[in-house]
Every structure is written in structure tokens, then in C-alpha cells.
């Protein structure tokens, strides 16, 4: 049995009506999406921006409702979920943010940031917490001793890993990482991808990443989703999709990566 199984996903959004006098109007963002994610695998989301990619992770984790369909977690109804169980299951599923600037209050210390998730289900004592921070930002390639700065004093690179401290700190199961390079630098980002590499074997982790690049996605992932305009128009192994694409925008995606060899049929 998969560790997620998402089933007929639908999900619709009103856009505002233009100064302009454009009238507002029903957008489909995600239209009959069902895949799977295997425990321990990477799963990569790829495809433009507007496609749904971001919209699907959030509805994964509960972040904002379908319209209709079905999220099957380790055998439990997220999407039905309430009260404890829902909280239970947030627990085993976090998400790490595409913008390590915008997604840290600078109002909060790092320990803060990081502990978060702990203050908010009540688990484990200060000291107990303040040593799983140490851990985590241990875990992350941090000191420690940044617990007790805030965010205006770090880098891009180091403020991504802040927030993937913030989402291991309730040692959860799966991880939705929501273009998590996309705002950094390309040495960075290749760090942060490594960094996500490792921890996912440290930690037992299984992913969905969330990207519009085909070479990190190539590279991080065991299978590929390819999304275009809330269509799921492709899935199967990251070799398949790389070297012999099926759908025209798949193949469309590739050839605008030049460095990418595609075998097209």
C-alpha cells in the first residue's frame, strides 16, 4: 500500500474581477488528479508556473480544501480528518516553503521559528524542545548557536535551512518541498538539493518536490508528475520521462533544457 494516495482531486478558484471591467471568472487548478507516492521515494512535480503543482502539495497537507476527492494517508482520510486525528496527521506531513525570506517571521528567533511546530501540538518540555532544535539544526550543516539570532542575519542558503530545520522538527514521515530552490542561486541551490538528498536517507523521509526544473527534478527524484494547466498529462519513472516522453508537453519541457538529451518517439 502506497504511504499516499491522492484520488480524483478537483479544485476550482474565482478570479477577481479587473479594474479594467473584466468580469470574475472560474478557474480549474487541479481537474480529476489521482497518483501515489511510495514510502521513501521522491516524486517529483514538475511543470509551468500555473499549472497546479503548488495548489496540489497544499491540498495534500490539508492546507486548503478541495473541492472534491480523496487524500489517503497511511491508510487515514486526510481530507475528512478532524480535531486529533487531523492534528496526528499534520504531525507526519509538513512542507518546506519555495521563499526562505517571506516564509520566517523576523520578529522570531531561529529557536522560535524552529520550535514552532512543537509550541503548536503541545509537545515535549522548553529544555526537550531546545535540544531536538539542536539536533535538527545539527542536521540541517548549522550551529546550534544560530537558535539564538533571527532571520535578517543569514543568508538565502541558510534561511532555507532554517525551514527545512522547522519542518523535521516533528520528525515527520512526508514532506511536500515546494520549489524550494527556485529563489536561490544555482551553487545554493545545489546544495540545498544535496542537503534534501541526504536527509531524506537520515531521516527516512519520502517527498514530493515540487519544481519547474527538469534537471533537479532528474536528479532528485524516482519518479516524475508532469502538470499542465491542472492536468496530470504524464507519470512513470524518471527515466522514462526524461529519455522517452510520451506527451508533446513533456517532450516540450525537456527540449527547453538543452542540456538534456531527449530520445523523442
Not at 516524486?43 to 480523496?70: F, N, P
Not at 537558535?147 to 514532506?175: D, K, N, T, V
Not at 508528475?225 to 506527451?247: C, D, F, K, N, Y
Amino acid at each position: 500500500m502506497p504511504l499516499l494516495e491522492a484520488r480524483h482531486l478537483v479544485k476550482t478558484f474565482r478570479t477577481e474581477a479587473s479594474v479594467l471591467g473584466r468580469a470574475s471568472h472560474l478557474v480549474r487548478a487541479l481537474n480529476d488528479i489521482s497518483l501515489t507516492i511510495e514510502a521513501g521515494e521522491t516524486l517529483g512535480l514538475v511543470g509551468e508556473s500555473g499549472s497546479g503543482k503548488s495548489t496540489l502539495g497544499r491540498i495534500l497537507l490539508r492546507l486548503i480544501e478541495s473541492d472534491s476527492g480523496e487524500v489517503i494517508f497511511d491508510g487515514r482520510d486526510v481530507l475528512r480528518a478532524g480535531g486529533s486525528e487531523l492534528r496526528r496527521l499534520r504531525r507526519d506531513m509538513q512542507i518546506i516553503f519555495q521563499d526562505p525570506f517571506g516564509s520566517l517571521d523576523p520578529r522570531m528567533t531561529v529557536e522560535q521559528i524552529v520550535c514552532e511546530p512543537m509550541a503548536i501540538h503541545g509537545s515535549e518540555n522548553g529544555r526537550s524542545r531546545r535540544e531536538r532544535a539542536s539536533e535538527v539544526m545539527r542536521a540541517v550543516r548549522l550551529d546550534a548557536s544560530a537558535l539564538r539570532r533571527y532571520p535578517h542575519e543569514f543568508s538565502g542558503g541558510q534561511r532555507q535551512r532554517i525551514g527545512i530545520a522547522r519542518a523535521l522538527i516533528l520528525r515527520p514521515r512526508f514532506i511536500v518541498a515546494d520549489e524550494p530552490v527556485s529563489a536561490l542561486d544555482v551553487s545554493v541551490g545545489a546544495q540545498i538539493v544535496n542537503l534534501l538528498k541526504q536527509l531524506q536517507r537520515e531521516f527516512q523521509l519520502t517527498y514530493l518536490f515540487i519544481s519547474h526544473s527538469m534537471p533537479i527534478v532528474r536528479y532528485l527524484a524516482d519518479r516524475i508528475a508532469v502538470m499542465q494547466q491542472g492536468e496530470l498529462v504524464e507519470l512513470g519513472t524518471t527515466e522514462q520521462i526524461t529519455s522517452a516522453p510520451r506527451h508533446p508537453y513533456t517532450r516540450t519541457l525537456l527540449a527547453a533544457t538543452p542540456e538534456m538529451q531527449v530520445r523523442t518517439q
